[in-house]
Structure formats: C-alpha cells, structure tokens
C-alpha cells in the first residue's frame, strides 16, 4: 500500500516532476512563490523529502553539500494518480496546486475533466447551500449565522464561475494551438 501523501508532500513532488533539484532549491521556490503558503520553513521540507524518499517515490543522489532529488517512476505514479482524481472533497487550496501542476501533465482531457468535476461539485455545493436556506432551518437562523451561509454560497459561486471561465479560456486556447491537419 502507498504511503499517505500530504499537501506538501504533493507539492514537492509536482517541482521535481519538471527537473531534478536539491533541497535548497526547492526551499527557495517555497519561500519565494504561493508555495510558501504550504511551507518553506527547513523543518517541514526536509522530514517531508525523507518521507518521500523513505516511501520510495523520490531518490535522493549525494552532491557536495547534500542531495539532489529526483522522482522515481513510483513517485511519478503517485503524482499521476493524485492530479487525474475528479475534483471533489478537497480545500481549494489543493484543488489549485493540482490544476497547476496538471499543465506538467500535457493532456488537456485531463485537465477538461478535472474543471468538468471542479464545477460539477461546486454547482452540487451551491443547490445544496440554496436547498438548505429555503428550507425549514434557513429563514430562522439568527442574521449572523445566514450572513456565515451567505459567505459560503458566494465563495461557491465564485469557485463555479472559476471553473466555468477556465474552461472556457482553455478550451478557446487549445481549439487555436491545435496541431493543423490536411493534405
């Protein structure tokens, strides 16, 4: 059975998808991009690079002043698996470190389905936000508490529009980078 892998974990493993790179660098490119939001402090990429080593999924080659690390075919699998899943039942956060890496992957069906299951689960979340407020509990809550509601159903919306546009924005952007085809 795999190894469970964290965000951060993930997140490492979509840099070294692209190339090689040692734990410094890979520090750096935390520290100095949203990345950093899942950390860039030494004391969680390091133990999360062991674990991905430990687990197999990278390989860590000895240079100078500590290691280069590279994912091995288990580890690419793993990353594979993690970007492909539908969309659904994950923070936002890691739903956008999967989108941006999924470009890595090259496949735009891929990445298609991925927004298709995005805004399916955003468009279920809104029915279900709006079902809940027309019911029997909605129109008695205090106003602070239909304000919170408020706030989760337009963090919903703007997440399907998100999605909605991305796609749109993709789908026009592949149609006009179409390899051409004729005789």
Do not use: C
């Not at 468009?123 to 706030?151: K, T, W, Y």
């Not at 399907?160 to 749109?168: F, G, H, P």
Request: proline fraction near 7%; avoid cysteine; hydrophobic fraction near 45%.
């Amino acid at each position: 059975m795999p190894a469970k892998v964290t965000p951060l974990g993930y997140a490492l493993l979509g840099l070294l998808r692209g190339e090689p790179r040692s734990g410094y660098a890979l520090r750096k490119v935390f520290e100095t991009t949203l990345l950093g939001n899942y950390s860039s402090s030494p004391g969680s990429i390091y133990p999360a690079l062991k674990g991905l080593e430990k687990a197999e999924l990278i390989a860590a080659e000895p240079i100078a002043r500590g290691n280069v690390f590279s994912l091995t075919p288990m580890g690419r699998e793993a990353l594979d698996a993690w970007l492909t899943a539908p969309a659904q039942g994950e923070p936002a956060d890691i739903l956008m470190l999967r989108f941006a890496f999924l470009q890595e992957l090259g496949r735009p069906e891929v990445t298609r389905a991925f927004l298709i299951s995005f805004a399916d689960a955003a468009r279920g979340s809104r029915d279900g936000i709006r079902a809940f407020m027309a019911g029997d509990i909605g129109p008695s809550m205090p106003l602070q508490s239909r304000l919170a509601v408020d706030f989760g159903l337009r963090n919903v919306e703007a997440q399907l529009a998100w999605a909605e546009n991305a796609l749109k924005q993709l789908e026009d952007h592949w149609s006009q980078n179409a390899p051409q085809t004729g005789g």
